[in-house]
Each structure stands twice: as C-alpha cells, then as structure tokens.
C-alpha cells in the first residue's frame, strides 16, 4: 500500500468512516493555496456544505438530548458546539493537519496548526462525508465527534448578566440593579467597580476597565457566591 493509501486510511480510521469516493477526502483536506489555478478543488465548497449539515445535525442531538430545554436555550447550546474554536478542536483530535494538502507558502506558515483552516477542514470533511455516504453518515460523525462536548460546554452559555437576571426573575425579584461604587486611573486607562442589588440581598461588586465589563464581572461574582453558578459553570 502506498503511502498516500495508508495516510488515508489512518484518517479513516480516526473518522471511524471509510470513504467510497476517496477524491472527496482529498478536496476536503486541500486548502486553497494548493489548488490556486482552480478553487473549486479546494475545501470551501464542501465547508459551506458542511457547516449547515453540521449545524442540522447538532440541531437533532439537542432535541433529543434536552427534550425540556426551550428554543433560547437550545440555540444558545448550539452557537457554542457549532463555533469555529469548537471546530477546529475536533479536527485537531482527528489529527487532520499532518493530512493537509498546503501550498508551500502555507505550510511555511505553520497552517498544520493553524485554528482557522483546522475549523474549515472540520466542516468540509462533515460536508464530504455527508455527500459520500448520505445525512446518516454524517450526522453519525458528528455525533462520535460532538457527544462529549454535548453536556460539557467549554464557556458558559449565557452571560453574567442575563443569567442573574433570568435568576431573579425566576423568583419574583425585580430586576437586579447596578450601581457605579468607584472610578480611579487616568481617563485613558480608567478602572471602575460597579456594585450588583438584588432584592434582599447582599451587594457583590466587580472591576473592569469598562463600566459594562464591570456589571458582567459584578453579576459573576453574584453567581459564585449565592452557588448559583460554579466555576465551571456550563448553563
């Protein structure tokens, strides 16, 4: 077997899906500094192929996963597995990059461990699987390659403040409310601490370098301290 063959089929392997039209695996992996005469023998037909078939596909696995989560929530749940970091994770755990087909400018660069073209890659080769093998096929790979990350958001999946205030508002509260307790530096480099009220309860306080970042930072802190959040908190 040559070595081209055998590459391949360690993808393969990692893929857990044997392509029927190997060309299709190949265009999947050729990002377009390789085929510069010809774009279409590059990846992005097959990404924008495969970023919708990955979004219907997380879309079927949320709704089977989450059967009492409302449409807020499951779109929220779906904007952070579908996002490019997310992307670019698994086509790093297939070990896409030693696979790639780069132009030698690219490959210079560093574009094996490149985020971005990872994430395209990703798409595509849902997109290629997607074409060989029909919507079964492909939503079975993003399922082996999503699952994990299904109950485990890497970032929390709403902010700070819309989470306090949905909280209160889950108990009858008013709205929280924020108050500006300090402003020090120079106006070029200000700090603030903005202070959190809820009905009740204790003030939290936050710093930023920006009032916003400070209401966001006061109503975490909030979070953690009434054990509303975690510090890995995920919903």
């Not at 590459?7 to 392509?19: H, K, N, R, V, W």
């Not at 798409?123 to 699987?129: L, S, T």
């Not at 994990?148 to 403040?161: F, G, M, N, Q």
Request: aromatic residues 6%.
């Amino acid at each position: 077997m040559g070595r081209k063959s055998a590459d391949t089929a360690a993808l393969e392997a990692q893929l857990a899906y044997s392509f029927t039209d190997k060309d299709l695996l190949k265009r999947a992996l050729t990002h377009v500094s390789a085929s510069p005469s010809d774009k279409t023998r590059s990846y992005q037909r097959l990404e924008f192929l495969g970023d919708r078939v990955l979004g219907l596909s997380v879309a079927d696995m949320l709704l089977a996963a989450f059967p009492a989560a409302e449409e807020g929530e499951l779109s929220r749940r779906l904007a952070e597995l579908v996002r490019k970091e997310s992307c670019a994770e698994v086509a790093l755990a297939w070990d896409v990059g030693p696979h790639l087909h780069l132009g030698d400018g690219e490959v210079s660069s560093g574009a094996r461990r490149n985020r971005a073209i990872l994430a395209d890659v990703c798409e595509a080769i849902v997109g290629a699987v997607f074409l060989d093998g029909g919507y079964a096929a492909a939503r079975a790979l993003v399922e082996r390659a999503f699952a994990a990350r299904l109950h485990a958001p890497r970032r929390p999946l709403r902010d700070a403040k819309t989470a306090l205030q949905e909280w209160a508002q889950g108990r009858g509260l008013p709205a929280p409310t924020y108050e500006l307790v300090e402003r020090s530096g120079p106006d070029h480099a200000p700090e603030f601490v903005v202070g959190v009220n809820v009905e009740g309860m204790a003030q939290a306080q936050g710093r930023g370098t920006a009032k916003r970042n400070a209401e966001q930072a006061a109503a975490e802190a909030f979070l953690l301290r009434e054990r509303i959040w975690t510090v890995n908190q995920d919903v």
